[in-house]
């Protein structure tokens, strides 16, 4: 992220691809476990370029609904691959081997290098005068207590959706009796459910930023009362758990996230690939690490423990946001569209101007 807005967009994205490549080829050709670990080590080094999609949105949608549409969209594309992955995954092990995956991947990540490097344009703004480090850049989003209420607000969320892909399967197949091909079936549910909760979402894209993140926010009572009402109830049936976690990744896994989103990458443009970084670390890094108490919960009370742990993270999350941002909300959050980018604008060439100022001196 930060290395995209110094060099460019363009390069990172490229650079990445090409460690795909070679990675999921070495993973594909593997003979020993020390080495398809290394590909896989790498395969991750790659992929951590998806970041920069965030930022590649932030600069080339400067419209902040037309952003929320687009943002939408992409989770709802990213929501796809669960579905789609664990049955074609198999099937093509079952066919051809479990290498022939690794071999369509690599190739399908050197059609889109290609492609990327005859269409794509560079997009991040200019950098060749301007001399920030690292922690400057994060500091600007670390030193705004909104921005770090909204980074927070995202970590609670991203533990629900870390601690369902860590536990469910655990409760499905061990609580509930299911078979591996059953449980993969129910997470491929959940995994529709927050992609028709992205398509939601689109129904708000007409909203102003800060009420359209309030009401998403404010919608989150539903699971929260659905989540209560079945751990106390209604677990002893497997449909129970199938259904309220359906409908609370509904409203939380898809129907959140765009709105957050857009509203944290609204003032950051001048170090989009920075904050969307950080975005993602503190979704899946810190979420992960609060996911952890949620498998403590699962270990020790099953099904209770997780829905329980899970609607805890609703709770947290929705009340992050409204006394760290919704209370009292910053000035560009409270204006109208066009004046709000017309504003940010201004601001991000004064943050360039001044740093320019600086070096001169």
């Known amino acids: 992220g930060p290395l995209s807005d110094r060099i460019g967009r363009k390069p990172v994205i490229l650079g990445g691809c090409c460690v795909l490549v070679a990675s999921t080829l070495g993973c594909g050709c593997a003979t020993t476990y020390g080495?398809?670990?290394?590909?896989?080590?790498l395969q991750a080094l790659g992929e951590s370029v998806?970041?920069?999609?965030?930022?590649?949105?932030?600069?080339?949608?400067?419209?902040?609904?037309?952003?929320?549409?687009?943002?939408?969209?992409?989770?709802?594309?990213?929501?796809?691959?669960?579905?789609?992955?664990?049955?074609?995954?198999?099937?093509?092990a079952s066919w051809f081997g479990w290498r022939s995956t690794f071999f369509l991947l690599a190739g399908c990540m050197l059609l889109l290098a290609v492609f990327g490097a005859s269409?794509?344009?560079e997009s991040a703004p200019d950098f060749d005068q301007v001399?920030?480090?690292?922690l400057e850049d994060a500091m600007v989003v670390a030193s705004d207590g909104h921005l770090v209420s909204l980074l927070l607000t995202e970590m609670f969320f991203g533990s629900v959706v870390v601690a369902m892909l860590a536990n469910a399967s655990y409760v499905l197949e061990v609580e509930y009796g299911m078979s591996v091909v059953a449980s993969s079936s129910v997470l491929s549910l959940f995994a529709c459910s927050a992609l028709a909760g992205s398509v939601l979402s689109l129904c708000f894209g007409g909203m102003p930023m800060l009420r359209r993140a309030k009401v998403c926010v404010g919608l989150q009572v539903v699971p929260v009362l659905v989540w209560t009402v079945t751990g106390l109830f209604f677990l002893k049936s497997q449909w129970g758990y199938i259904s309220s976690t359906a409908l609370a990744f509904v409203m939380s896994a898809g129907l959140v996230p765009p709105s957050i989103g857009t509203l944290f990458m609204q003032p950051v443009g001048h170090v989009a690939g920075m904050a969307s970084s950080l975005k993602m670390s503190v979704f899946w890094i810190l979420g992960s690490l609060l996911s952890a108490?949620?498998?403590?919960?699962?270990?020790r009370y099953s099904a209770q423990g997780l829905v329980f742990a899970q609607t805890s993270f609703l709770v947290v999350a929705t009340f992050t946001f409204w006394f760290g941002f919704g209370a009292a909300p910053p000035e560009?959050?409270?204006?109208?569209?066009?004046?709000?980018?017309?504003k940010q604008a201004d601001a991000d060439?004064?943050?360039?101007?001044?740093?320019?100022?600086?070096?001169?001196?």
């Open 35 to 41: 080495w398809f670990l290394f590909g896989r080590v």
């Open 50 to 92: 998806d970041v920069c999609l965030i930022a590649l949105i932030r600069d080339y949608v400067p419209d902040e609904q037309e952003r929320f549409k687009v943002g939408a969209q992409l989770s709802a594309i990213f929501s796809i691959g669960p579905v789609l992955a664990p049955s074609f995954g198999g099937f093509m």
């Open 119 to 121: 269409v794509l344009k």
């Open 131 to 134: 001399s920030r480090t690292y």
């Open 293 to 299: 108490v949620a498998t403590q919960m699962t270990v």
């Open 332 to 342: 560009w959050a409270c204006q109208e569209p066009q004046a709000a980018e017309e």
């Open 349 to 361: 060439k004064s943050a360039s101007a001044n740093v320019v100022e600086k070096q001169a001196a």
